[in-house]
């Protein structure tokens, strides 16, 4: 586990930009974080990390958005589904090709979904400082064993 305190959300996206660089095809990355925490904007650094050109936005009533970049990210928002069932139908298998990574906004509330590999990144406030959070990156499973020392690097650095 690796933490930080970022001053801003340019700082947010710098820390995302800097993750982007050790993704893989096929990881997940699931965000939690209170409403305006800033998980799209830690989404919007990593897609920027990741080459996508495209505005990266919140797909709150979209569901899912699919971007092209170095890795094709799809960026899902599970905040208004009901049910694990309702999160299956959401198809995020069928989006996620083999040069896919899969963020995951509200993704606490669907973490058992997600048993195997995969990167949990928690937003959180940060008292008297509107602009400040603290931003708690978890790498969890064999895929991101020879990646946890750099990471643990980059938000090292990040401080």
Partial sequence: MSTVEVASPAATDRLARRVADL??????????????????????????????????????FTLARVYAGRLD???????????RAELADLGLEELAGPDTVVVVEWGDVVRDAFAGDRLEVTLAFVPDRPDARVITLVALGDAWAPRRARLDALVAAAA
């Fill in 23 to 60: 993704l893989e095809p096929g990881d997940v990355v699931l965000l939690a974080g209170d409403l305006g925490a800033g998980k799209t904007t830690f989404t919007r650094g990593l897609g920027a990390g990741l080459g996508v050109t495209e505005p990266v936005v919140s797909p709150t």
């Fill in 73 to 83: 990210l799809v960026h899902a928002d599970v905040y208004r589904l009901d049910s």
